[in-house]
């Protein structure tokens, strides 16, 4: 007992006094058996396994430079929805920020069922009508330019109806209704666009 107490002493004071290791760097000492084992296997880094998890997922979900980046904001994108007339560009995104904020305005009374701000598109669920249980219709709506302009937005309308309890599209052209959603939505673009340059 008394030979283990002195070897443990003694040790302590080798470390005390030896750089040890990798001159005493604790730090380029991990960065080494990382290279050996990887980051989130390494014995060395005690990690719980709920750590080790997390430490995997942000590996798996690096870039090919290794850097992993700031996670999405879930909360400014349900935000943006709520309050479609708030000013938010997203990263990366190769739409017009003013139709895609006229476009989620427009539609804001229909639930949706698609939104890709990156690709500028809307798709809203069915719509029913009350008046028409047999029938239900869809709004497709598809920003495609970076610039205000009428040609930038198209609108499409798909309805079906229902038979033999299937639903079958009525291929039944909407034009004008199409129309009509299309020029709201760049009134509002115009409208937005306006009160930015004002602001």
């Given at each position: 007992m008394v030979k283990f107490l002195l070897i443990i002493a003694l040790s302590f004071s080798l470390i005390s006094c030896g750089k040890g290791l990798m001159d005493?760097?604790?730090?380029?000492?991990?960065?080494?058996?990382?290279k050996t084992y990887g980051k989130c296997n390494n014995p060395q880094r005690p990690l719980t396994k709920a750590e080790r998890e997390i430490c995997i997922a942000k590996t798996n979900a690096a870039g090919p430079n290794g850097e992993v980046k700031e996670p999405l904001d879930l909360i400014e994108i349900f935000d943006r929805f709520n309050n479609p007339n708030k000013n938010i560009v997203y990263a990366g995104s190769t739409v017009n920020q003013f139709l895609w904020q006229g476009s989620l305005s427009v539609l804001e009374e229909y639930?949706?069922?698609?939104?890709?701000?990156?690709?500028?598109?809307i798709s809203t669920d069915w719509i029913l009508n009350k008046d028409e249980p047999r029938k239900r219709c869809q709004v497709k709506v598809n920003v495609t330019t970076?610039?205000?302009?009428?040609?930038?937005?198209?609108?499409?309308?798909?309805?079906?109806?229902?038979?033999?309890?299937?639903?079958?599209?009525?291929?039944?052209?909407?034009?004008?209704?199409?129309?009509?959603?299309?020029l709201k939505i760049l009134e509002k673009a115009l409208e937005l666009s306006n009160i930015e340059n004002l602001s």
């Open positions: 005493g760097n604790l730090e380029k000492n991990l960065e080494a058996s990382d639930p949706l069922q698609t939104v890709d701000s990156q690709g500028g598109f970076q610039e205000v302009i009428s040609t930038g937005v198209r609108t499409k309308i798909v309805c079906q109806e229902k038979g033999n309890d299937q639903w079958y599209l009525d291929n039944v052209g909407l034009f004008e209704e199409e129309k009509k959603i299309t």
